[in-house]
Every structure is written in structure tokens, then in C-alpha cells.
């Protein structure tokens, strides 16, 4: 019989925090932002307010997620400002909840995509510090936000069309309680250096490892953002069903489960990079065959790709952004991947995206990002190998 050590007990145990958070933050996002846009229509909002009020998040976070990151690791605060996000996140939903004039609804939008941005990456870098030298252990705690989602996003479904979307915002703040619950629980940790927020920022940037790094991310974010935003439109295109597109989404969620969970094992055999190029690779495979799809059912095999493209590469960039960050810039490192593959990569991809859709039509468009990607792909290829020794 295998005895553990008390020391692998303690952190074994210690990861049900991390596990029960993307749990619950994952469920929170399901509960409500699919169907934002649906409840601002209920509340007689025109297409361009929507808009407007849906395209905020990506811009505010490109500033917000590295600014709350470098804040946190200049003043040794990381749990306090996670719990104060978390907080935020929590009063502004309600209060959208109940606002109906428009230039509230900005305000408030803008509040909540200031608090909101930062959670994921803070929590992430909390997690990686848990982890300690077993980082390849993320995927497994990250696997809990993709069975949270899974779970949610089809009961959610249910109940509004039962008791309307006001229950969206319910859902939200309920599971988004429990994770400012679960943050009390982190454990507390101290940096090694305390940077000055802009001297710390500023030294990751002018890294040319990180510069590529982050222009590889940024390319990803354009890929996903298409893929996330019109991929329902490009089945409208084909004849799909409802029911079709959901079970899309399904096998989607069901892709990312085996992924997370051998992500360890993953890391181990190819390293981060590595599979974050791979990633790309695959990304470009995956919006080349939605361009040459020619049935609505064809699209189901081509979802299963979304654990190879979205999962790993996630994975691995958190993983690798957590290897190249200097001591005690853990949270401005995943500040600053959060940033620019959901904030700058998905504002980017929203606004092409809209325009290829409507200059050149679903299937052209996502044939012209799978080219894209494949071109930044080779990009970054080609700047990692013309690196002078020893530079960073």
C-alpha cells in the first residue's frame, strides 16, 4: 500500500479551492452572458446599443487585466484585490439588473468589464502559485470551469424559458457569491520582489520573448473570438437547427474535458510552447474546414477541435506565461496574456470578423482568418529562431 506524505495531502486538499472556483465562475458565465444581449433586446434596445454595450468588455480589458495584475504584485495585495473584483463583479451585475437608462447601462458596463477582466487572470495566478513545481496540475483545476459551464449553460436554458431572463442575473450572482466565498479560502502568499507597477509592466514588454509570445496569443484571441461570435451565423447560413447549434456548443464543452485533464501529462512530453504552436496549427485547421463545410452536420466533427485548439492553448499559455514571468510578476504576466488574447485579440476579432462577414460572407470569412493565423503563426516561427543568443 502507497502512503502519501502529509505534504502532498495538504496540497491535494488545498486544490479544492481552485477547483471549486472555476466551478463556480464558469457556471456564473454561463448563467448570464450568453444571454446578455437577449435581455438588453427584452428592455427595448436598439442593435446599436447592444452593440455598444457588448463590444466594452474586450477594449476595457486590454487596460484592466495587466493594470489589476501589476497592481497586485507591486503592493503584495493579490487575495484583497481578487476579493475586491470579485465584489465589484457582484454589485454591478445587480445593479445592471435593475438599470434601465442606457447611459446608466454604459457606466455600469464599464464598471463591471473593469472588475470582471481582472478575476480570471488573478485567479490564475494564485492558482500557479498553489501549484508551486507541479503546474502541469492546471489543467485539472480548470477542468472544474468547463464542467460548471457544461452543467449550467443547458439548465439555464431550461429555467428561463420557464421563469424569463431575469433568472440569467439570479444564476450570476448566486454562483459569483460562492466564488467570493471560495477566494476567502486562498491562501495568502508573498512575492519575492515587489516591482514598481509601471517598472514591472514595462520590463515585460520590452522582453522580445514575451513580445512574441504575446503576438502568437493575439492572433489565437482573433481566431476565437470568430469562432465564438459567428459561428452560429455560418450555420443559419448552411439550414441549421437550433437544436444543431446547441449540441455544437455541447461536443465543444465534452472536447475540453480530456484535454484539461491530461494537460499534465501534456506538458510534461512537449512542453508549453510547443503546444501552443500546435494549438495554431489547429486553429488554422479548424476555421479552414468551418469555410469548406458544405452540410450543417459537418460542423460536429469539427467541434471536437475545440479541445485541441482552445484548451491546450490556453493551458499551456498559462502555464508558459507563468515560466517566463520574472519572480513576483506572476499577476501581471497573466494580466498581460488575458489582456491580449481576450481583450485585444477579441476586439480585433469581433470588428474583422464583422467585416469579412459582411464584405465577403461566412465561408470566406473564416477561410481568410484560418490564412491569418496560419501567416502569425509563421511569423512567430520565424522571430523565435532569429533570436540572438541570450537575448530575452
Request: include cysteine; proline fraction near 4%.
Amino acid at each position: 500500500m502507497v502512503t502519501l506524505r502529509p505534504a502532498t495531502i495538504s496540497v491535494d486538499r488545498a486544490l479544492i479551492m481552485p477547483k471549486a472556483f472555476y466551478f463556480f465562475f464558469f457556471s456564473a458565465i454561463a448563467s448570464l452572458f450568453p444571454y446578455l444581449a437577449v435581455y438588453y433586446q427584452s428592455i427595448n434596445l436598439s442593435g446599436s446599443q447592444i452593440g455598444l454595450l457588448t463590444g466594452i468588455p474586450p477594449f476595457v480589458m486590454v487596460i484592466s487585466a495587466p493594470v489589476w495584475g501589476a497592481v497586485a504584485d507591486a503592493t503584495r495585495q493579490h487575495r484583497r484585490l481578487l476579493v475586491l473584483a470579485v465584489t465589484l463583479s457582484l454589485i454591478s451585475i445587480y445593479l445592471i439588473s435593475i438599470a434601465m437608462s442606457f447611459p446608466i447601462l454604459i457606466i455600469l458596463t464599464l464598471v463591471n468589464s473593469f472588475a470582471f477582466s481582472a478575476v480570471m487572470p488573478m485567479t490564475d495566478n494564485a492558482v500557479m502559485q498553489m501549484l508551486g513545481d507541479r503546474k502541469g496540475l492546471y489543467g485539472k483545476q480548470r477542468l472544474w470551469g468547463s464542467i460548471g459551464f457544461g452543467i449550467i449553460a443547458p439548465l439555464i436554458g431550461i429555467l428561463t424559458d420557464e421563469y424569463g431572463l431575469v433568472l440569467c442575473f439570479y444564476g450570476f450572482l448566486l454562483f459569483m457569491f460562492f466564488c467570493l466565498l471560495v477566494v476567502w479560502r486562498f491562501p495568502s502568499y508573498q512575492a519575492s520582489i515587489a516591482p514598481k507597477i509601471w517598472n514591472g509592466m514595462g520590463s515585460l514588454i520590452k522582453s522580445r520573448k514575451w513580445l512574441s509570445f504575446l503576438w502568437l496569443v493575439f492572433v489565437a484571441g482573433i481566431g476565437m473570438t470568430v469562432i465564438q461570435s459567428f459561428l452560429f451565423l455560418r450555420l443559419n447560413d448552411l439550414g441549421a437547427s437550433n437544436f444543431l447549434m446547441g449540441l455544437s456548443l455541447t461536443i465543444a464543452t465534452i472536447s475540453e474535458l480530456p484535454v484539461f485533464f491530461y494537460s499534465e501529462q501534456m506538458l510534461k512530453r512537449w512542453k508549453a510552447r510547443s503546444i501552443i504552436i500546435f494549438s495554431m496549427w489547429m486553429y488554422v485547421i479548424r476555421n479552414l474546414a468551418l469555410a469548406f463545410i458544405r452540410a450543417p452536420t459537418q460542423v460536429l466533427p469539427v467541434q471536437l477541435l475545440n479541445g485541441i485548439t482552445f484548451s491546450s492553448l490556453w493551458t499551456a499559455a498559462v502555464t508558459y506565461t507563468s515560466e517566463i514571468s520574472p519572480p513576483g510578476m506572476g499577476a501581471t504576466g497573466q494580466g498581460l496574456l488575458s489582456a491580449t488574447q481576450m481583450g485585444l485579440g477579441g476586439a480585433v476579432g469581433g470588428v474583422m470578423g464583422g467585416y469579412l462577414y459582411q464584405s465577403q460572407g461566412s465561408a470566406r470569412m473564416f477561410a481568410w482568418i484560418g490564412v491569418i493565423q496560419a501567416f502569425g503563426t509563421i511569423l512567430f516561427i520565424l522571430a523565435e529562431r532569429l533570436k540572438r543568443p541570450g537575448e530575452v
